[in-house]
């Protein structure tokens, strides 16, 4: 068998994350599976050099500035460059692990070249969702979610959608967990960095401590599964073992575990269906007799209720509340205000916000709009 001609093509956006990271790994593991095709990175032109060393992809794409000092290599810039590359005619799986909203480009571009999409970057669901979902009716491509826990239902239901009636996301309850609101008020930068069970970028951790992420992780899971969201429940579950569980009509109730370990659902998405050996070991049983569960507290962590209220509203919504978060998450990362005014700049961008039609152009312009807003606001507040 000539594994030049099986192995699959994977273009790889965000190399130079977290996920990014992870999923080298999962491609260093299988090399008569996968070959890197293609990269991106913001700004990190020195790690993609290194990823480009050791990988020899065709492409590398650059998002924000710099430049690559090597000249062996097809370099491309910004969106365009994303597009350019995702609806490739050599590339098989388009992982897109990039931050912010402008993976909605290389999603739409791959999906109408038939790829499959492997999608990490929730924001782009989340933002975009109803203009996703339409290009997917229309599109012979593919959608496969990336993040743990909508890799958990997705898997699950595989087996069980037409039975299933709820749909229940595991969230850690973050670094924060145990704290009141006044201790959340004093929380400095390391403390919400600092992340009980998952290894992650630095943006996606301190959604993780606001429960933002679980909120956004609740819209992804809508426009997904197509499940309303009084269908979609949320569960703290500190030791993050069982990432998604699905509550049946006859009462029955089955769960999806594994080591909280990205490579896990990453590996998954890029052979799906096929499950190949991995070296992340499933949980031990020992260790299951000290899984616990409680509710969310909607009161200490306002973000997530306001997740919910905003996909039940659309109209542009989710994508203005996304964008205001990542506006404010990025100055409380930059030391320019505090833990909890993050949800001050939130929730001041949405109840301003009068809501816009759900197409690509209208809520681009949402996004823009709650951007600069936001931005006005953490003025205010610094
Ligand atoms: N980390 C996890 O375990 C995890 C789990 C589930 C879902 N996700 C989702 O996956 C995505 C990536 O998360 P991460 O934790 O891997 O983030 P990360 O470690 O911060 O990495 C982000 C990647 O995106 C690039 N990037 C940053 N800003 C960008 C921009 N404006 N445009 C295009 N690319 C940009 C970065 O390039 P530079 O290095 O050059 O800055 C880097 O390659 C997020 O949407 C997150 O919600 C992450």
Redesign the pocket.
């Known amino acids: 068998m000539n594994s030049d001609i099986c192995r699959k093509k994977i273009a790889l956006?965000?190399?130079?994350?977290?996920?990014?990271r992870?999923t080298l790994d999962v491609i260093r593991r299988f090399p008569d599976r996968f070959e890197l095709f293609a990269v991106?990175?913001?700004?990190?032109?020195a790690?993609?050099e290194a990823i480009i060393d050791e990988f020899r992809p065709k492409y590398a794409v650059i998002?924000?500035e710099g430049s690559l000092k090597r000249t062996d290599i097809n370099v491309l810039r910004g969106k365009e460059g994303l597009e350019e590359v995702a609806a490739h005619h050599e590339a098989d799986i388009v992982l897109i692990?990039?931050?912010?909203t402008?993976?909605i480009f290389p999603t739409l571009a791959g999906l109408r070249a038939c790829k499959r999409i492997a999608l990490?970057?929730?924001?782009t669901l989340v933002a975009f969702g109803s203009v996703v979902v339409k290009e997917l009716e229309n599109s012979r491509g593919e959608l496969i979610p990336?993040?743990?826990e909508h890799s958990a239902l997705f898997q699950l239901l595989l087996s069980w959608k037409d039975d299933a009636e709820t749909l229940i996301l595991t969230a850690s309850g973050g670094p924060l967990r145990k704290l009141s609101r006044e201790e959340m008020e004093r929380v400095k930068l390391a403390d919400v960095l600092r992340h009980p069970t998952?290894?992650?970028?630095?943006?996606?951790?301190v959604?993780s401590a606001t429960l933002m992420?679980k909120g956004?992780e609740v819209i992804e899971a809508h426009w997904l599964f197509r499940f309303p969201p009084d269908r979609i429940e949320v569960v703290i579950h500190p030791q993050s073992i069982i990432h998604g569980l699905l509550r049946l009509r006859d009462g029955a109730l089955v769960a999806h575990m594994s080591t909280p370990d990205?490579k896990v659902p990453i590996q998954y998405a890029l052979t799906y269906p096929e499950r190949l050996p991995s070296e992340v070991r499933s949980p031990d049983l020992p260790d299951l007799a000290a899984l616990t569960f409680e509710p969310p507290d909607f009161d200490r962590f306002p973000l997530l209720k306001l997740a919910y209220e905003a996909i039940n509203r659309r109209k542009g919504y989710p994508a203005v509340m996304n964008a205001a978060n990542d506006v404010a998450v990025r100055a409380f990362l930059d030391g320019k205000i505090g833990f909890l005014d993050i949800e001050k700049t939130v929730f001041a961008v949405v109840n301003e916000f009068r809501g816009t039609d759900e197409d690509l152009d209208a809520l681009i312009e949402a996004d823009l709009w709650a951007r600069k807003r936001a931005g006005e606001v953490v003025d205010s507040l610094v």
Request: charged share 15%.
């Open positions: 956006f965000g190399a130079t994350g977290s996920i990014g992870n991106s990175c913001h700004s990190n032109t790690a993609l998002t924000g692990a990039t931050l912010g402008v993976g990490a970057n929730k924001e990336v993040d743990s998952w290894n992650m970028g630095r943006k996606i951790t959604d992420n956004l990205m």
